[in-house]
């Protein structure tokens, strides 16, 4: 978790086998953390649920994801229960330890997510505009200070898959605990917003 102390932006590129593309059986999500110069810095893939939830729940099944280095060292642990709008995830360090969640907020027209540190004091709201549904500014006190934003990853992948890639612009200053709960609000908004499949 130490990396991300010094990173001001991350790539989040989701992996898809062809097997899954081609019969549509929903497989656990798996992804591809990548720093600014294009280094793989972590791996993140779903651990346990079951098929029968994938393919029924979709993209409101309730999660586990475990963040691990290229060589394998868990840093991040991520859980998301069942919540049909209300969703939710936290994100815990390797020793079980609790760095904060984020939890969706009753809006109409826009998308909007509250992101809380260890001690359950609200620091930033994830707000997407009406106009840019893709894009979700992390705001404190009404002032856009970063962002995650889904990015074009082709029409090949974009026509035939679910795979999505994001971009994470973290909010000068934050420490990595709070990057940390970012990163897991990513992962968070493509399941809410991104999972279903084309």
């Known amino acids: 978790m130490q990396a991300l102390a010094n990173l001001s932006e991350l790539v989040v590129a989701q992996r898809k086998d062809w097997g899954e593309i081609l019969v549509d059986l929903e497989q656990g999500n798996r992804y591809r953390v990548f720093g600014p110069d294009g280094q793989e810095m972590l791996r993140a893939g779903e651990t346990g649920g079951s098929w029968i939830a994938r393919m029924f729940l979709r993209s409101w099944r309730p999660f586990e994801m475990s963040l691990v280095t290229p060589e394998g060292k868990q840093v991040l642990h991520l859980q998301r229960p069942f ?76 026509g035939f898959t679910d795979a999505d890639t994001f971009g994470v612009a973290f909010p000068p200053g934050v420490d990595a605990g709070m990057k940390a709960v970012l990163l897991g609000a990513t992962f968070l908004i493509d399941f809410a917003h991104f999972e279903s499949s084309k």
Do not use: C, M
Request: proline share 3%; hydrophobic share 40%; aromatic share 16%.
């Open 83 to 158: 919540k049909f709008y209300f969703t939710e995830i936290y994100v815990a360090d390797a020793n079980g330890r609790t760095l904060g969640h984020v939890r969706r907020r009753f809006s109409i027209l826009r998308r909007l997510y509250a992101v809380f540190d260890a001690g359950g004091r609200e620091v930033f709201q994830l707000y997407a505009p009406l106009l840019h549904p893709w894009t979700f500014e992390v705001r404190q006190n009404d002032r856009a200070l970063g962002k995650i934003a889904k990015r074009w990853s082709g029409l090949l992948r974009e």
